[in-house]
C-alpha cells in the first residue's frame, strides 16, 4: 500500500501512542472529576486521534463530531464550511476541541468563535500535530500539543491525500510526486 509513497516517516506509531497518554494524563489531571467535559472532534482527520485520546482520559467525557473544512485538496481556500454540527449541547460544560493539526489556525479560529455563543463553561483545545509556521491566526491558543512540526505535507494516522491514507499507524511526509502530479 504505502512502498514507494513514502519520502519520510516524520513521527512512529510508537511515538504518537506514548505522547497520546501524556496528553491523556495531563487533561486528566486538569479537570476535575465531576466536571461535565464534551470532546469535540473535528472531522474527519480527528476520529484516530480523538479515539486514542478518549481512551487515555481517566474522566467521564461525552463525545462528540464536527465537520469543518477550509481546505480544498491540499491547499486553504480562506472560506470555512460547516458540513456538520454537534448533537450535544455544550452549554456551561467544558469543551475540549480535538484537531489532527493546526495550520494556519483559520478553521480553529472559526469553530472556537462559533463554540463560545453557545455558553460553554470553558473552551480548551488539544491537537496532535502543531505547524506553527503557516500560522496566520496568532492569536489561536493552543492548551495541550502532541507534535510541533515543520511546514510539510503530512499523511497517516486520520491525515489523508484524497481521502486515502487516513488508517496508517504513523505519521509520514508523501513524496512530492504523489500530490505536485
Not at 456538520?84 to 489556525?105: A, F, P
Not at 483545545?125 to 496568532?138: A, G, I, M, N, Y
Request: proline fraction near 3%; aromatic fraction near 8%; charged fraction near 30%.
Amino acid at each position: 500500500m504505502l512502498e514507494g509513497i513514502i519520502e519520510e516517516i516524520l513521527i512512529k506509531e510508537e511515538e504518537l501512542q506514548e505522547r497520546i497518554a501524556q496528553l491523556g494524563e495531563k487533561i486528566t489531571n486538569y479537570y476535575n472529576q465531576d466536571d461535565e467535559i464534551v470532546m469535540v472532534c473535528i472531522l474527519r482527520g480527528g476520529v484516530m486521534f480523538m479515539a486514542d485520546l478518549a481512551r487515555k482520559i481517566n474522566l467521564p467525557v461525552v463525545l462528540d463530531f464536527m465537520d469543518v473544512t477550509s481546505y480544498e485538496g491540499t491547499t486553504t481556500t480562506g472560506n470555512v464550511r460547516i458540513i456538520k454540527d454537534l448533537e450535544e449541547s455544550i452549554g456551561d460544560k467544558h469543551v475540549l476541541i480535538v484537531e489532527d493539526i493546526i495550520d494556519t489556525g483559520l478553521t480553529l479560529k472559526h469553530v472556537i468563535n462559533m463554540l463560545k455563543t453557545r455558553n460553554p463553561k470553558s473552551i480548551k483545545v488539544c491537537t496532535l500535530l502543531d505547524k506553527p509556521e503557516r500560522r496566520t491566526e496568532k492569536h489561536v491558543e493552543i492548551d495541550w500539543n502532541g507534535f510541533e512540526i515543520p511546514n510539510k505535507f503530512v499523511v497517516g494516522y486520520g491525515l489523508d491525500y484524497e481521502e486515502r491514507y487516513r488508517n496508517v499507524p504513523f505519521i509520514f511526509v508523501p513524496k512530492s510526486e504523489l500530490y505536485e502530479g
